[in-house]
């Protein structure tokens, strides 16, 4: 009859050993995958991290970035507003160089009225002082006038009285001379008229004297001949 085998003690030592081992390799293997999969979830954490750290940077940059854009229109409207403003400075410096040089010209045509002005008030006084004179002429001028206006109507009631007294002596004298012509041929015999040569003599001075009256004898408008 056989006899049970019954491990030794070696044995059992080898056996308890490779337990442990294969025990300490399982644990060993299931520490390792543990750790694995915590460096594989830490990666996964600081990768999520840095993906957050990097959108967080894209959030400021694009944030950023639309205050720059903002900034920078902002700028360019400034820019556009400012050369805008320089263009009207230089504008008005053009103006106000153009009206300085129009000041200029007047201020110059100002002087040449101011003595073209003074001028003509030295001209106007002087004109006035001629025109005050001859004021005073014309008033002596005046009187004279009237003067002589009183002396030419005496002067004509005068010549109007000589040349009446003229016609009234004309006729005077014509009508002596007739009643003398009258007078001699009626105290002349008819038979002794051709024997009468101081008779002849007689009218002959008679006429003589009639040709003197017409002479003097003025006309009817009253003119002198």
């Known amino acids: 009859m056989r006899r049970p085998f019954a491990p030794s003690t070696s044995s059992r030592l080898v056996v308890a050993f490779a337990l442990f081992l294969g025990i300490a390799g399982a644990h060993a293997a299931d520490d390792k ?4 999969a915590r460096a594989q979830q830490d990666r996964i954490a600081k990768m999520q991290q840095v993906q957050q750290a990097l959108q967080q940077d894209k959030n400021q940059l694009s944030t950023e970035r639309d205050e720059l854009q903002a900034k920078l229109k902002k700028a360019q409207t400034q820019a556009s507003k400012l050369n805008q403003t ?24 100002l002087k040449s009225t101011e003595s073209a002005l003074m001028a003509l008030r030295s001209q106007q006084q002087n004109t006035l002082g001629q025109l005050a004179a001859t004021e005073s002429t014309l008033a002596n001028t005046r009187t004279t006038w009237e003067g002589t206006q009183q002396s030419l109507a005496q002067r004509d009631k005068a010549l109007a009285f000589c040349q009446d007294q003229n016609r009234a002596f004309y006729d005077v004298n014509r009508k002596l001379l007739q009643r003398f012509e009258s007078t001699a041929t009626a105290m002349t015999p008819w038979y002794a008229l051709p024997f009468q040569f101081d008779r002849v003599a007689l009218e002959n001075e008679g006429l003589v004297i009639r040709d003197q009256i017409e002479e003097r004898k003025l006309p009817m408008d009253g003119k002198t001949p």
């Open 33 to 36: 995958d543990k750790k694995a």
């Open 86 to 109: 320089l263009k009207q400075e230089a504008e008005l410096r053009t103006q106000v160089q153009a009206l300085q040089a129009e000041k200029a010209t007047l201020a110059d045509s």
